[in-house]
């Protein structure tokens, strides 16, 4: 009791002076000179003022923000029972620099994005068994099955070598787990739902590349003992039984004489309509290929559900605003939704497996206006889920798979756009930008053609576009992965299991241990 009370007292100390409200107001901005930054823009430049309220320059502000924080630390206690639903966010290369940045893109920065806000974190180390710096094959198999392997392998054992033909057993992972436990489980992607990490769900193979048959039979391998990813996810015993599938990636189901809706060829070279499959196998479920469809879907009628949106990945969501076509491209939080809205009338509970899928390919194309962006969707779907569930009986994990190569950079002035130049250089006397990569094509557009030694002056970049390409030091088709540690972010019932720094294969564990399945079925 003594300690309850004392507990009360703290806590009515430290939030007896509550923090002011801050508005932003542009009244209340102002301009400074930044001693790093040695040349700047004109004083009329917006991008010197200043995002933050005089008020932050007082010492006060920020020990009554310590206090309040303190505050919400001593009142937060773990919910210690077991979930009856489980929601696994996985942003493709959502780096903590991409994390950062998109607060700055949203709004200014100590804007929190929606999973920032659960007060459970962890780090993960994110390498392969054979690379230091991991790729989605090798990630994805961590998070979701619990053991890492080899660079471009999808649940396979490490000792196997890389694209060998008909190598060993299937690795089993959450997917799994949560089926046997009689959990409706789905899948939701950006990209296409035969891509690397949504295919460690389902999948297992020796080559992630493997996506329909015609990849098998470029590898050497006969798809007839190796079969391809799309024939797992419609035959396989984990995707056969998949309650929701919505993504892109049609051309993997269909021949490559045919065209899908939308008058793409498939890639097919086995003559198998993949789609027609999965419609025989289940006359209760409805496949769509639209948001018009989707957003119409009979749940009544409807048990099963495949979307598959585009040939390949969906669009970038900037893309679809650009070209207007909201009716055919769904977005992340509309598949979400739907998703939920098909799993949350069973009474075993569900287990659902979301991918921001294009954050991951924005970066490798060295476009951060699009990575921020797709992050952007990627929190409000989680926010989206957040308030479509209970805290009590919903277990939220979000977390990228591994980082990449774009650096948040600069001594830019608060307030200034992440998007744009932060300063300007001592030794040439050119601008920088923000953000820039360490590798990738946009070097092609950071230094001169005549003498590759010699920066372009990108002043005149049109850093509004979307399309355009951020300075990178090393010449590469397309960006590199980042080998730093990522971070998870948790919420609901045992979400407390999810602190500090780990090995990224204990993730899929701690949530089959929080659940009660696989390895912890009791």
Known sequence: MKTSLALVAICGILTSAAIPRRTYDNDHRRTYDNDHQHKRSSPDDPNQHVGYQEIETTSEFWRQAARNTIASKLTESPVVSKPKNVVFFIGDGMSPQTVAATRMYLGNENKMLPFEEFVNLATTRTYCIDKQVADSACTATALLSGVKTNYGMVNKASEIPFNSCGSGAQIEGLLKWAQDNGMMTGLVSTARVTDSTAAAAYASV??????DDSYVRASGCDPASNPDIAQQLVHGEV?????????GGRRHFIPSTDRDEEGSY???TDGRNLINEWKQLHPDGEFIWNRTALTSVRFSQTERLLGLFESSHLMYHLEVLEQGVQMTEPNLPDMVAIALRMMDRHEGGFFLLVEGGR????????????ALEETAEFSRAVDLVRSMTR?????IVATADHGHTMTYNGYASRGNDV?????FSDEDGLPYATLSYANGPGYYDTYKEENRGERVDITGMDFKNFRTQYPATVPLDESTHGGE?????????MAHLFRGNMEQSAVPHL????TQMGRFKV
């Open 359 to 370: 954050i991951d390919t924005a970066h490798h194309e060295t476009r951060p206006r699009l």
């Open 206 to 211: 020796t080559n992630d590349n493997w996506e």
């Open 511 to 514: 949530i089959a241990y929080a």
């Open 485 to 493: 540690d990522v971070v998870v972010y948790a919420r609901g019932p």
């Open 419 to 423: 998007l744009g130049i932060a300063g």
């Open 239 to 247: 995707g056969r039984n998949l309650n929701v599938i919505l993504g």
């Open 391 to 395: 805290e009590d009986n919903t277990l």
């Open 266 to 268: 498939g890639s097919r």
